[in-house]
């Protein structure tokens, strides 16, 4: 293929072997993947920027390139993400500990960070909770309902700016209601187990919404998280914002924050400068990477 006949463009969405990019007008291309990625084993992403030839009239085209991705996740499976907003609702239960996971791997991957409490017409309480959880986390934290279109203006603001946006979350949240609320479109949406409090995995793949200078993925909801099994447990303690100011401050350097005497992060705990459920949580975490890192040789 001659060099002038490629395109760049974004993947939006897959299908069966299929993936379909958009290029800078906004128009759609279906493309299969050369044989060389599968022998290296790449595949595409939701979100990779791609070099692609079209193929003529009714005809495929093909993927030539993916160009370098600036983060990569699996869970979701999406490349490129500049903004991760994660979202939670009062029911089903928020799980935050699969937020303090997503939020570590956002930091770990440069990414930035929003909390969304969605269905704040069920609760109203819950944003407050949140917001006083999180507020040394370097993360803002919108109220909103889609069900009332409440709060679609500041994540409006929220997603205007940022070159790929990633709404994350457990499935039954309203990720694909606020995408519809938001951008006016018409994505599935499912009703929750009544019995089980629970989402029902409606959204099944990664896709980008382009509108409105907006360009956010919606993804399919989850409530299993491992954390990257090559992370060192030091590295842990960077990924929370909370403690950067107590570096250095305790009776131990370094000190991880967990149970050492004279730990500064858990004075600022007693004297209700930390919360103490963020800390509670680190703490499971890092036993957990801990584990993980013990065993990286097995
Ligand atoms: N009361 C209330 N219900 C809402 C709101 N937003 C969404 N819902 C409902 O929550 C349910 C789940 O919404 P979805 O948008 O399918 O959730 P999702 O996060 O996309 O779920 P998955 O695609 O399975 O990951 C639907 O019945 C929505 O009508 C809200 O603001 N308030
Ligand atoms: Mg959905
Ligand atoms: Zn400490």
């Known amino acids: 293929m001659s060099e002038e006949m490629m395109k760049q463009g974004v993947l939006v969405r897959g299908f069966g072997g299929f993936y379909v990019a958009v290029d800078e007008s906004g128009t759609e291309y279906i493309l299969r993947c050369k044989k060389k ?4 084993h790449i595949s595409p992403l939701v979100g990779d920027e791609l ?3 079209p193929g003529e009239g009714e005809e495929h085209g093909w993927v030539e390139e993916i160009l370098p991705r600036k983060s990569e996740c699996l869970r979701p499976p999406v490349a490129n993400v500049s903004l991760l907003v994660v979202v939670i609702c009062p029911s089903p239960e928020p799980d935050l500990l699969l937020v303090d996971r997503l939020l570590v791997r956002a930091r770990l991957q440069g990414m930035k960070t929003a909390i969304v409490v969605n269905k704040c017409d069920l609760d109203a309480s819950l944003v407050e909770e949140i ?6 986390a370097d993360c803002q934290v919108l109220a909103a309902s889609a069900l009332q279109a409440h709060g679609l203006n500041d994540l409006r603001a929220l997603l205007q700016g940022e070159s790929c946006c990633c709404l994350t979350g457990q499935s039954g949240v309203g990720k694909s209601t606020l995408l519809n609320a938001l951008l006016g479109l018409e994505l599935e949406t499912g009703e929750i187990s009544e019995k089980i409090q629970r989402g029902k995995n409606t959204t099944r793949h990664a896709q980008m919404l382009i509108r409105d200078g907006i360009r956010v993925l919606d993804t399919a909801g989850f409530s299993l998280l491992e954390l990257d099994a090559k992370m060192e447990p030091d590295k842990l303690r960077e990924c929370y ?4 100011e107590h570096e250095g401050c305790c009776r131990f350097t370094p ?6 005497p004279g730990c500064s992060v858990t004075a600022a705990v007693a004297a209700g400068e930390i919360d103490p459920g963020r800390v509670e949580r680190y703490r499971l975490l890092l036993a957990e990477v801990r584990e993980t890192w013990k065993q990286r040789y097995n």
Do not use: K, S, V
């Not at 917001?131 to 040394?136: L, T």
């Not at 914002?241 to 950067?244: A, D, G, I, L, T």
């Not at 000190?255 to 050492?260: A, L, Q, S, T, V």
């Open 37 to 40: 990625f599968r022998r290296m």
């Open 51 to 53: 070099l692609f030839t």
């Open 131 to 136: 917001r006083r959880q999180y507020a040394g």
């Open 241 to 244: 914002p909370e403690f950067q």
């Open 255 to 260: 000190c991880m924050h967990d149970r050492e």
